[in-house]
């Protein structure tokens, strides 16, 4: 790893001086890559040196350990700094992964009631509602882009969009298929039943990242509908989209008019094309070692939330929580912290083989 530290170094001490390079910044093209590289590779190596000072002030108190009337004020500093190595250690191996190119992107999240009838779509709205107190707790915002509600207050389906820095790299892990273990309301002798739902977690992409021939599209127009929501009925303002080449369907139905459903829609149907684009392309690079945690497999059970006994068990990692409550108010952040640790770590074993 260190090897690979002084390369970055290296190479960031050549970028510093080819910025400042008048013949470099006559050249804008090439001097903004520079920049752009620059910046990539500066927390790298502000940690690295942030590393190497204090590996330097142990390796000096060590030394001022051996006289007897420095000896007491050297250990302080020497245990001091022997404390926090290991911590920055940790700290640049999670800079020296490559980093996901979507992590700072805005996401699109579909909930679908999977088995278990009036009770799936009762813990698609839980997870929901999870969904929306964690954003509420990242000041992120959330909009409601599609909604199909039963009467019991749950979903069969919602889509919705958040809106923040960091959305895509905090919710990644959360696709697959969540299981819940409970006793249903409408359950009168006491019964656990077993329910799913499905989760996808989309990036919200430009049009520049992936192109759609608009040939490709027809459009749809329709009367909005669901339990009890407002404008029902009323104008054709729900608009459907569906992709011929593939047969995808984007649809949204909140908003007043139909353009702004049409906006929406159009979000969905790129970001569902740029994620089957995204996993073709993954799985060419046959030599790149894919991360178990971060697949994202729709099909693949993640998580199972058992309320008799108050556990939340995350499947890929082995992690469960026991604090049901706090879990589904959106303090979701100890779980999340887990899978992205152990989602470096198995990135960081792919680089070592």
């Given amino acids: 790893m260190f090897d ?3 390369a970055v170094e290296e190479r960031y001490e050549e970028l510093t001086r080819l910025i400042s390079d008048p013949e470099v910044i006559s050249n804008h093209s090439e001097w903004q890559k520079y920049v752009k590289e620059h910046a990539e590779l500066t927390d790298v190596v502000e940690k690295y040196r ?10 000096e108190a060590e030394e001022m350990m051996q006289d007897k009337e420095l000896k007491e004020l050297a250990e302080a500093d020497y245990y001091s700094a022997k404390e926090q190595l290991p911590k920055i250690e940790e700290e640049l191996k999670m800079l020296l992964v490559p980093k996901d190119k979507d992590d700072d992107k805005n996401i699109i999240c579909e909930i679908r009631a999977g088995a278990g009838g009036d009770e799936a779509a009762l813990f698609a709205g839980t997870l929901f509602r999870m969904y929306s107190m964690y954003a509420e707790r990242k000041h992120w915002k959330l909009d409601i882009l599609n909604e199909n509600e039963t009467e019991l ?5 919602i889509s919705f969009m958040i809106t923040g820095k ?5 919710l990644k892990y959360e696709s697959g298929v969540h299981r819940v273990q409970r006793v249903p309301d409408t359950e009168s002798s006491g019964r656990i039943h077993t329910s799913t739902a499905t989760v996808a977690v989309l990036p919200v992409v430009e049009d520049v990242e992936i192109e759609i021939n608009p040939a490709d599209i027809r459009m749809e127009v329709f ?3 669901g339990a009890g929501g407002q404008h029902i009925n009323k104008t054709s303002s729900a608009v459907r989209l569906i992709h011929e080449p593939t047969g995808i369907v984007a649809e949204c139905q909140t908003e007043r008019s139909q353009f702004q459903n049409r906006e929406y829609a159009m979000k969905m149907l790129r970001s569902r094309l740029y994620e089957i684009e ?3 392309q993954d799985s060419e690079l046959a030599n790149e070692r894919k991360s178990q945690i971060g697949s994202g497999d729709r099909s693949e059970k993640i998580r199972t939330y058992n309320y008799p006994q108050g556990r939340i068990t995350d499947h890929r990692i082995g992690l469960s929580i026991f604090q049901m409550e706090d879990f589904l108010n959106g303090n ?5 912290d887990s899978l992205t640790a152990a989602d470096v770590a198995e990135k960081l074993k792919g680089e070592e083989e």
């Fill in 166 to 170: 960091g959305a895509y790299s905090r």
């Fill in 153 to 157: 207050g749950g979903y069969k389906e």
């Fill in 50 to 59: 942030e590393y190497k000072k204090v590996e330097q002030t142990m390796k």
């Fill in 4 to 6: 690979k530290l002084d």
């Fill in 223 to 225: 009367r909005a509908s």
């Fill in 332 to 336: 979701i952040d100890n779980m999340i």
């Fill in 278 to 280: 995204k996993e073709k």
